[in-house]
């Protein structure tokens, strides 16, 4: 195997505003409207916001009555976690059929080893094209990033010694 085969490279997979994701894959009647996932309690945040919503400044971790202020029009979903975790489940599922190591890090977000893929590029769009909906992968070689580039700083954010991240941390 070569020694660029055989370098552990590391992706950061992150679906892109999951829950709403989600949402619209079982009510497609909603594309292309603000849609906004949040409690309804006073003291409701934001879980994800499509992004026609963000358009409108709405957020994650923002207030739920907030939002409904900065986009009155906007459809606000009661989130479903038990549905949102199964459908996680199924998509590392997916990813663990494409990707020999893969360290779950959140419902949405995940790191991958693509150190032994021949051509990790394409292995991801075809994952990408296979799971349905949005997401982003970022890839960092350790070692090899600068500093200032997204994938450098969203694998360096992770850096901190967990028991959770200890595929992470064993290569940066």
């Known amino acids: 195997m070569s020694a660029e085969l055989s370098q552990p490279r590391v992706a950061h997979l992150d679906a892109d505003a999951f829950y709403v994701a989600i949402e619209l894959q079982r009510r497609p009647e909603l594309r292309g409207q603000p849609v906004v996932v949040a409690g309804s309690g006073p003291r409701a945040v934001v879980t994800t916001a499509s992004y026609e919503a963000?358009?409108?400044g709405v957020g994650s971790a923002m207030?739920?009555?907030r939002a409904r202020r900065l986009c009155p029009q906007a459809v606000f979903l009661p989130p479903d976690f038990g549905f949102y975790r199964e459908t996680s489940r199924r998509m590392m599922d997916l990813v663990r059929a494409h990707v020999e190591r893969?360290?779950?890090v959140g419902l949405d977000e995940a790191y991958l080893d693509l150190g032994g893929l021949f051509?990790?590029?394409a292995a991801m769009r075809r994952l990408?094209?296979?799971a349905g909906f949005p997401a982003t992968v970022r890839t960092a070689a350790p070692g090899f990033s600068s500093p200032g580039s997204p994938a450098a700083v969203r694998f360096r954010a992770r850096r901190t010694p967990h028991p959770t991240r200890r595929l992470l941390a064993c290569w940066i």
Do not use: G, N
Request: hydrophobic share 35%; glycine share 0%.
């Open 119 to 121: 051509s990790p590029r």
């Open 63 to 65: 207030p739920a009555s």
């Open 102 to 104: 893969v360290e779950v």
């Open 54 to 56: 963000r358009r409108y």
């Open 128 to 130: 990408l094209a296979e």
